[in-house]
């Protein structure tokens, strides 16, 4: 089990940085280049021309895992990592449409809000329906820490599964800000798949397989996209990255652990929503410097130091590796 949940993150490294190898000159050639926003932290101006769409690096290598470490479980009637994959490919999607339209508008304007909503919606309601009809998901809710869980329901279930997913989709795409963030800060959540995979010994090893190859195909992926980045992964990269996140958690049936797990994606998330409810109540007053909240530290945050992007991404890997932890053992005593 160990080796080919090692042998996952080593496909799915070496993957990823050979595909970077050809895509990121690729992108430049065809002048695929991200816009920034001109409401942000002005040195972002810089970056105005960096290929995008680079997340096509580790959606490549984790699907070329899945093909090929994962499919002696599917030999084993094991489909939990094809059902992960087609999943947050239905969200990469999303977000390809999203960066096209970005694209073709030369704008930082893609889809309109109601569209990517009603699209991930739909996609979340879908694979529910899947996942319950091939077992893995009950309407019964997991407590971490507690070691409990308590049954829902089949309406309320539904209802708290679309919103958990829409939910950690669009928390991932806010923390992808600046030069490797969501994909370090993703990395550790990866890993606390693998590690649950090898805890708990069962048979069904296929979702710590696709959890492995994407930590591998995002580290590839960040030796491209590390300060200073040479390309980004865009909507295409943070949509799939988020579908996938939730998808792990729905696949191992505990989606409530994603409250500790993904921690900094819930900060990220919370303070755009408190800026943009605090502006309105107050007609034009801030909470914070700049929303989300990693541009807040960038400009200057509370205490005045403005912070480098390498030390907010040290500072992101770090919370999510200590939360990783938090969680392993919230759920060691599950099985």
């Known amino acids: 089990m160990t080796l080919r949940l090692i042998l996952a993150f080593v496909i799915g490294f070496l993957a990823s940085s050979l595909i970077g190898v050809f ?143 829409t939910g950690t989709v669009n928390a991932v795409n806010l923390t992808d800000g600046i030069d490797g963030l969501a994909a370090g800060t993703s990395i550790p959540v990866c890993i606390f798949f693998v590690a649950v995979t090898i805890l708990w010994q069962r048979g069904d090893i296929s979702v710590g397989v696709f959890a492995s190859g994407l930590a591998g195909g995002l580290l590839g992926f960040l030796l491209y996209n590390f300060n200073p980045a040479k390309i980004f992964m865009g909507d295409t990269g943070s949509l799939f990255l988020g579908g996938a996140i939730a998808a792990m958690a729905f696949a191992y049936d505990m989606p409530l652990i994603l409250v500790t797990l993904g921690i900094m994606y819930i900060i990220e998330t919370l303070s755009d929503i408190i800026q943009v409810g605090y502006f309105k109540l107050t007609h034009g007053k801030r909470v914070f410097k700049m929303a989300p909240f990693h541009h807040h530290l960038e400009m200057g945050g509370w205490l005045g130091k403005k912070w480098k992007e390498k030390e907010i991404f040290a500072l992101f890997v770090t919370v999510t590796i200590v939360f990783a932890v938090i969680s392993f053992i919230g759920v060691y005593h599950r099985f």
């Not at 879908?126 to 049954?151: A, C, E, K, Q």
């Open 23 to 165: 895509l990121v000159p690729y992108l430049r050639r065809i002048k695929a280049g991200q816009s920034i926003r001109e409401d942000g932290p002005k040195w972002h101006m810089s970056k105005s021309g960096t290929p995008t769409m680079g997340g096509v690096m580790f959606i490549a290598a984790v699907a070329i895992v899945c093909l090929t470490v994962g499919f002696h479980s599917m030999l084993e009637g094991y489909y939990g990592h094809i059902f992960c994959l087609v999943f947050a490919l239905v969200f990469g999607a999303i977000g390809f449409l999203d960066d096209y339209e970005k694209l073709k508008k030369k704008q930082n304007l893609g889809l309109r809000a109601w569209q990517k909503f009603l699209l991930q919606l739909i996609a979340a309601m879908v694979f529910i329906y899947l996942m319950r009809s091939f077992g893995y998901v009950t309407s019964d809710v997991y407590v971490p820490f507690f070691n409990v869980s308590f049954h829902l329901g089949d309406v309320l279930y539904t209802i708290l599964a679309a919103f958990v997913i």
